[in-house]
């Protein structure tokens, strides 16, 4: 049954890629990481979008491993579209359905990756715009991302009431993770969470921004007893058109394996764009989570992020990057993170930019919370290493975009003194038809 319905939806979004519009609205820039614009007009209410993103990505020693022959060479490519309606009485509806896989081109010996494919319901959901005064509900499959992508970056099966006034905005939103199948091609995971998010405050614009956040975790696997409760804030601003800053700080409290959470969090730095040729630009942020070093006191102190996180942005450049490390990809929880990173663009379309990372544990612990790294640090040194990522991105017009990044993990005192490099290379490349 199940393929069934992955070729029904394969072929819907076949058909759907050939529909031509008779008017467009006005044309946004692609995004690697939103889903494609409904700019097409099908008919009077119904309008539809679709692009492309595909990347080739190559990895090698993430067990730090030289030994060993790990690596892959893969090709991932994404076929997305999206339909939108606009009913009556504010009622709209949206949906985005998304095709991708993985296809190994190259692997070691020591990797036992396989190659995939899926069928994605990316998002689903129901729009009430007049539902009461200033108040609006959305139900279903949705998006919820915040500026950083610190807090969350996720779409997840939900109910969120909004209410909004001038610049001034309140939510409460009650979700499920993968309530619902979102992948017709395989089953889904046994792994469900429930999310109890409330949030406040200003949006003037994307560069001006503060927002309060409450969000109750409740996992229902109960082999993890984890129930964190996060509070919290936001801030994104600038000073004039070329100083750019945020801050984000979150308190954890609530139960982890029968142990009582008392852990902190904070994110903050600084983007400041010089008046010169090629717009120079630089980054400066530095990153804090607590850790634990008293393991038999019934407090957990490790900081942990809410599991709705990409930790994804950007600043002067024209793509968004991992701002922890493309490499590691680590998770803020025991760790002290410095980043500073340099970029130019030299044309409108196109920048670059190096982005250099320092990592050193609060606590020395044999287990990191959540990495891509395939090897545990020693639980006698703090220093984790240092990374080193160069991002270059083209955008010749608003419907394409190419990006290339290389990555190094550089392993430091925590690890063993024949540890080598951790390595990465993709090529990204998008296109909105």
Not at 11 to 34: C, H, W
Not at 82 to 101: C, K, M, N, P, W
Not at 166 to 171: K, L, N
Not at 178 to 193: Q, S, V, W
Request: charged share 30%; glycine share 8%; hydrophobic share 40%.
């Amino acid at each position: 049954m199940k393929m069934n319905l992955a070729a029904a939806s394969a072929s819907l979004v076949t058909a759907l890629l050939v529909v031509v519009g008779g008017a467009y609205a006005a044309e946004p820039e692609i995004d690697f990481n939103k889903p494609p614009t409904a700019d097409h007009r099908i008919s009077d209410r119904l309008l539809f979008g679709s692009d492309i993103v595909s990347s080739i990505e190559y990895m090698d020693n993430y067990d730090l491993d030289g030994k060993q022959d790990d690596h892959l060479l893969l090709v991932e490519p994404e076929l997305r579209a999206v339909l939108s309606y606009t009913g009556d009485d504010g009622l709209r509806a949206f949906a985005e359905l998304q095709l991708d896989g993985r296809a190994f081109l190259s692997k070691g010996g020591a990797n036992d990756d396989k190659s995939e494919a899926h069928v994605r319901v990316e998002q689903a959901y129901v729009d009430l715009t007049r539902f009461a005064g200033d108040y609006s509900l959305r139900i279903g499959r949705q998006s919820f991302e915040d500026s950083r992508s610190w807090w969350y970056d996720e779409k997840i099966d939900a109910i969120r009431l909004l209410w909004q006034r001038d610049t001034w905005f309140a939510s409460a939103s009650a979700a499920r993770e993968k309530a619902f199948a979102d992948d017709f091609a395989h089953e889904d995971t046994d792994e469900k969470k429930e999310f109890y998010i409330l949030t406040a405050g200003y949006y003037a614009d994307k560069r001006d921004q503060a927002t309060l956040f409450l969000i109750k975790k409740k996992d229902l696997d109960s082999r993890r007893h984890e129930d964190p409760l996060f509070v919290g804030i936001q801030r994104i601003g600038e000073m004039g058109s070329d100083l750019r800053y945020w801050l984000n700080a979150a308190a954890v409290r609530g139960e982890s394996r029968r142990r009582r959470l008392r852990a902190y969090g904070v994110d903050t730095g600084m983007a400041w764009r010089l008046d010169a040729p090629w717009k120079p630009f630089v980054t400066a942020a530095l990153a804090y989570g607590s850790g634990d070093d008293h393991l038999r006191d019934g407090v957990d102190g490790n900081f942990r992020q809410t599991d709705l996180q990409d930790n994804e942005s950007r600043t002067f450049g024209i793509t968004s990057f991992q701002y922890y490390g493309e490499v590691s990809d680590l998770e803020l929880s025991n760790l002290w993170i410095a980043h500073l990173g340099f970029g130019i663009r030299p044309a409108d379309d196109t920048s670059i930019e190096l982005n250099l990372f320092r990592y050193r544990q609060v606590d020395a612990d044999d287990d990191l919370f959540d990495t891509d790294l395939e090897i545990d640090p020693d639980g006698e040194h703090k220093a984790l290493g240092h990374e080193i990522d160069f991002v270059l991105a083209h955008r010749p017009n608003k419907k394409t975009k190419v990006s290339l990044l290389l990555g190094a993990f550089l392993p430091g005192d925590a690890f063993p003194d024949n540890a080598d490099p951790a390595l990465l290379a993709k090529l990204k490349f998008g296109y909105r038809f």
